[in-house]
């Protein structure tokens, strides 16, 4: 069996994602077509008689209509070809896209060429027919492409201020129309449609400034969820939603590291014969029972569980993230699980240095801390049943907590098995 094909990059998850977004910008694009159509065939039903300005001629209904009709066909059949390129898999070439904002683009210019033809072209220039341009560079943003929009700017500009030129003439007056050399008035000079091609280029930039800011912080939030999903699968569901952020705030660094931590073990007391006779189904609600509340305890006080082990789990505070006052809130955790916790308990707490960070594979990696406070911890936990306790803390919890050691019940010098010199050990419960 061939392995799994890797997951996609962002870029390839984008260039599809530009993709859907340009056949939803040609659905849009045919659905606006398609009310122009309307709108333009209830305009000649209703004032043909009037003959508006001359507009509403049979021939200039006709050339609207088939240029829209012609372009609404186009849209539809790019927006075909289109899906199946997305369907098979492949990235739609930048020479077609290219061509596609041409070609739509052009549609105004083609338009006021044909309308041209029956009016008065300086009527045309400042109709509504020069307005489409606008449209076609308001729908280039769903391109998400900076280039493509300046260049739907561009052409537009180009050609809008070259047929103003040829209708209008670099000195002013309409060819052809018998009008004097010249400008009489604003519409006749050149300057103003030069200054119309400017305000479509502008407009083509702003467009493209508007995508590349979508394209940018589409790019950024994909990235941050990523690295979200990234801390995530190296800690399962170990850590709280704040431990994440936090991670978040420090670049979801997790390399190994050195840090001091406070280890705390838990145990349920008396677990195998408490279970005896009971069904698998009742020992697993009674797991999640405790654990639930475990987890939210632990959680809340700025903890991370890196493991359970079946009756019991090992919780570390201070890393990844450190709150300040690791060991005070492991205290505080266990005094509250001792008070919460439906069932008999051990507790057992130790605080030094230990080495954090993931270990494993590229494949799959856990979250890990090592060092000899992990095994200390864990045989001051045992040593309940020994004291007939429920938290054991070290020495060295409680100074780091900066808690009384005067006022806590000592059991004096205790020897732990692993450990040459003994250890000072305080019964909190």
Request: proline share 4%; with cysteine.
């Amino acid at each position: 069996m061939s392995p799994p094909a890797p997951a996609a990059s962002f870029e390839e998850h984008l260039a599809r994602e530009i993709t859907h977004s340009e056949r939803m910008r040609m659905a849009v694009l045919a659905g606006l077509l398609g009310v122009l159509i309307v709108f333009y065939g209830l305009g000649y039903a209703l004032f043909r008689k009037d003959n508006l300005l001359g507009f509403l001629t049979p021939a200039v209904f006709l050339y609207i209509i088939a240029v829209i009709a012609l372009l609404l066909c186009y849209e539809l059949a790019f927006r075909h070809l289109f899906g199946r390129w997305l369907r098979r898999g492949n990235s739609v070439p930048d020479a077609f896209r290219y061509l596609n904002a041409f070609v739509e683009t052009s549609v105004p210019s083609i338009l006021i060429l044909l309308v041209s033809r029956e009016v008065n072209p300086q009527y045309v220039l400042q109709s509504p027919l020069s307005l489409l341009y606008a449209v076609f560079i308001v729908l280039a943003t769903m391109r998400l492409d900076f280039r493509l929009c300046a260049f739907t700017g561009l052409v537009a500009a180009a050609e809008y201020v070259a047929l103003s030129f040829a209708y209008i003439g670099a000195g002013g007056g309409v060819v052809g129309g018998g009008a004097s050399a010249a400008a009489l008035t604003p519409f006749e000079a050149p300057p103003f449609y030069l200054a119309k091609g400017a305000m479509l280029v502008l407009a083509g930039l702003a467009a493209g400034f508007v995508a590349h800011q979508i394209k940018r912080r589409v790019g950024s939030a994909w990235r941050a969820q990523q690295e979200r999903q990234r801390v995530l699968s190296a800690f399962g569901q170990q850590v709280s939603p704040a431990i994440v952020d936090a991670l978040m705030r420090q670049g979801g660094e997790i390399a190994s590291r050195r840090a001091f931590v406070c280890i705390l073990f838990m145990d349920i007391r008396n677990f195998t014969p408490m279970t005896e006779k009971m069904t698998p189904e009742e020992i697993v609600a009674l797991q999640n029972s405790v654990f639930s509340v475990a987890i939210e305890v632990v959680n809340r006080h700025g903890g991370v569980i890196n493991q359970f082990l079946g009756d019991g789990f090992m919780a570390t505070f201070g890393a990844p993230v450190s709150g300040g006052a690791d060991c005070r809130s492991a205290l505080l955790a266990a005094r509250e699980l001792a008070a919460r916790l439906p069932v008999p308990i051990g507790i057992g707490l130790h605080a030094g240095e230990a080495v954090t960070g993931n270990i494993g594979s590229a494949e799959r990696k856990q979250y890990s801390i090592t060092g000899a406070v992990v095994i200390l911890a864990a045989r001051i936990e045992q040593l309940n049943k020994d004291y007939g306790s429920r938290i054991l803390a070290s020495r060295e919890v409680l100074e780091a907590a900066a808690e009384d050691t005067a006022a806590a019940d000592s059991l004096g010098q205790v020897r732990v098995k692993g450990r040459e010199q003994p250890i000072e050990l305080f019964r909190l419960a």
